[in-house]
């Protein structure tokens, strides 16, 4: 018998007896302003959020940026701010290991925890998302959702693909419990809400 | 308090107990660990400082008990229909162009991950934190094989360099201080001798992990929820540590228990809710990544293991031990975790959950683990997947009994509790002999080895009549009175 046999054998003969599988619905919570929201939890978590009326505005809020003064090459898949890497063109992900700044598109924010899901279509390379030094994300305004409830209403996995929540830059406090923003991934989230 | 004595006394009389245990009982290994006073206080107020920002953020929402009850009920459900949601998650998983293996135990699934890795001719493999891989001790196995294994979490890959498991599943290095990280740094990655800034040590860390990201060929993860609908699986952290260690390299190997299982898509929309926040008190982990297929024009491997759980499914008392989605918050908030630390288990997952799950494994090894336990029930407060977790340390306590694996210090003192304890007589005579003795002893006969009870505390005073004594003239009194 196979270990797959043995395995399912085992855990049929030991199934407990059936109970209902709960719908998802529910009283989840709901904000006044989700934007409004969104932006006080990414201060929280260590990210920065920036309204802007439409994407004209992106590059000269970027270059706003002290992360973006100081950054030598940057990623945009965002049409209008200048790019120094076609991302396309890119045959070896390890060849993105010198990213500064990365501005790159989420397709939906979550109020409840300042999450922005952002997948790898029409991204080349997955790893962007992780390997810069600093990561900005460019999210429609009226795609803020209260809660990950409305929120997985808008995710589905045909196929194959990759997808992920990104809630503010990456951190640690595996020592002493000191908060440390940027672990190993970017060392600042900056998420742009376009009005237009 | 006299019964207590004799009970206190017969328990630790040395020669009664059976030490034919592999692992050292808990009361030892936690005895090494509180005999560092301000060390085991230090230990202590991290954890409390994480559950208390835990109960902070879970306050944030008027629908946090309801959430729980879900998250429980869709793990009731998973475990009633495991078998078939297994074989979906299969199917799923292979359309999307993964590879499953199945392992039932921790040599199978290192042998599986090594044919892999030497399919590959790979000698370089990063991989975030695993508590599964911890239980099947894939590192040591593997660096025996001549490959090099990094942890890229950062707690992970601090005892990595210590050469030491880690002490907690969400925070591996809670126990050890930054000095002691300042110092270790120093000797790995040379840094200044002395640093015990953490955004100093951190950014050194960055440095060297990030040769290790682009130099691996292999990445290794752990699974958070595994999803039977889609085939596809979440793996959470806060570095981002997983996902540069499968982004860049083309094989993803993805190690996971068979009770990782959740039925649907959607229902992540409950779990990722309770986990960051009961975790550590954030709204959500930074990265909560879904994975559903190999990169394209890459490898990946789904490695399921069963390493004793479908026995455990078996069991009405313990099967709800399998709901558990290792946030680590049982553990935050138990007195005898915080006091004790994790090493003093000795068991890849420590506090109330280990010492639930440990036992299923090995109930002789790890028969002290349930009575670590002061049956609080602050753990079950807090599960976020409602584990009725000190009833079931308690049950297991009784099983312990049952197949008469407690030391005889135990036994005997049980034993003869359940004599006084059952005869008002006996109980009633053995109060007055100590309320009448006690005090005229010297106090060498009451502190001293064979009362381990007094070694950190004073007896009270002894009251010059009991309970019942008290209340039979206070109803004579107010008999009295009322006619």
Sequence with gaps: MTSRAEILDAVRRHLPQSSPLPDLTGPWITYPDPAAQFAAVLEMIGGRCVRVANEAELPAQLAQLPEFQSSQRTLSLVPGVASHVDLEAVADPHDLEDIDFAILRGEFAVAENAAVWVTDAGVRHRVVYFLCQHLALVVPADRIVNNLAEGYRRIGFGGPGFGAFIAGPSKTADIEQSLVIGAHGPKSLTVFLVEG | MTVSAILNSLTCYPFLTMTTTLVREHPDTAAEFVANDSRAHWHDQALWFVRAKRDRIAATLPEWEELRERAAAIKLHTMSRLAELLEQFERNAIRLG??????????????????????????????????????????????????????????????????????????????????????????????????????????????????????????????????????????????????????????????????????????????????????????????????????????????????????????????????????????????????????????????????????????????????????????????????????????????????????????????????????????????????????????????????????????????????????????????????
């Design chain 2, 98 to 483: 993964a590879n499953v293996h199945w392992a039932r135990t921790p040599a199978e699934h290192n042998d599986i991950v090594l044919g892999i890795l030497r399919q590959h001719k790979a000698t370089r493999v990063v991989k975030s934190k695993s508590m599964l891989t911890e239980e099947c001790h894939l590192n040591p196995f593997l660096e025996r094989h001549g490959i090099t294994v990094t942890d890229t979490d950062l707690g992970e890959w601090i005892v990595q360099l210590r050469d030491e498991p880690p002490s907690h599943i969400v925070m591996p290095a809670i126990h050890i201080k930054k000095e002691e990280i300042g110092e270790l740094f120093h000797h790995h990655l040379g840094t200044e001798p002395g640093a015990t800034d953490p955004p100093y040590l951190v950014t050194a860390a960055r440095r060297r992990l990030r040769e290790e990201f682009v130099g691996a060929q292999v990445g290794i993860t752990g699974v958070n929820f595994a999803i039977a609908e889609t085939g596809g699986f979440v793996v959470c952290t806060n570095e981002g540590n997983a996902d540069l260690g499968v982004s860049l390299p083309k094989v993803h190997i993805a190690c996971m228990g068979i009770e990782k299982l959740i039925p649907r898509l959607a229902d992540l929309s409950i779990f990722l809710r309770l986990l960051g926040r009961s975790a550590t008190g954030q709204p959500i982990t930074t990265y909560s990544s879904h994975f559903h297929g190999p990169l394209p024009g890459g490898e990946l491997h789904i490695v399921l293991v069963d390493n004793g759980r479908s026995e455990i499914l078996g069991s009405p008392e313990f099967r709800r031990s399998l709901n558990c989605i290792r946030c680590g918050a049982c553990m935050n908030t138990c007195p005898v975790y915080r006091r004790s630390g994790g090493h003093s288990y000795q068991t890849t997952v420590p506090g109330p959950i280990g010492s639930i799950l440990a036992p299923s494994r090995d109930a002789k090894i790890y028969s002290s683990l349930p009575f670590a336990c002061s049956l609080c029930g602050s753990c079950s407060d807090v599960c976020p997947v409602k584990i009725d977790l000190h009833t079931q340390l308690l049950t297991w306590r009784k099983e312990i009994a049952v197949r008469r694996l407690l030391p005889w210090s135990k036994r005997l003192g049980v034993y003869f509790a359940g004599k006084v304890l059952g005869s008002p007589w006996l109980f009633t005579t053995a109060g007055r002999i100590g309320r009448w003795l006690l005090p005229k002893l010297p106090r060498s006969l009451v502190y001293n080895r064979f009362n381990p009870w007094g070694r950190q505390r004073e007896l009270p005073p002894m009251p010059p009549r009991s309970f019942r004594e008290q209340y039979a003239s206070r109803t004579r009194g107010s008999d009295k009175g009322s006619r």
